[in-house]
Nanobody, 123 residues
């Protein structure tokens, strides 16, 4: 599986962006998908996850209520709608495919990773 993340860019605080993650082929219908981010000098952190079939979702507390993860099964694509962005959201965002149906905050659960897309929020 190859994953390609896109949609990053420069946005002012309070603005919105939508990230996309396209898979090279359909993953198993039971694979969870996740978004992570990494700011300079920090560890990669969990942002959001979604079950590929059931639509069950999980969010980091820092983005709950502002970000929405969704998926379009027919296009093998996962989205991350990010609203009300603030400077602390600045990071490289990565999408990842999980090992099974369970969605997880743990990076070790994900075995395929896409190249990141930069999100920069200016004050």
């Amino acid at each position: 599986v190859q994953l390609q993340a896109s949609g990053g860019g420069l946005v002012q605080a309070g603005g919105s962006l939508r990230l996309s993650c396209a898979a090279s082929r359909r993953t198993s219908s039971n694979n969870g998908m996740g978004w992570f981010r990494q700011a300079p000098g920090t560890e990669r952190e969990f942002v959001a996850a979604i079950d590929w079939r059931g639509g069950n979702t999980l969010y980091a507390d820092s983005v709950e209520g502002r970000f929405t993860i969704s998926r379009e099964y027919a296009k093998s694509t996962v989205y991350l709608q990010m609203n009300n962005l603030n400077t602390e959201d600045t990071a490289v965002y990565y999408c990842a495919s999980g090992r099974s149906s369970t969605i997880s905050r743990n990076t070790d659960y994900y075995n395929y990773w896409g190249k990141g897309t930069q999100v920069t929020v200016s004050s």
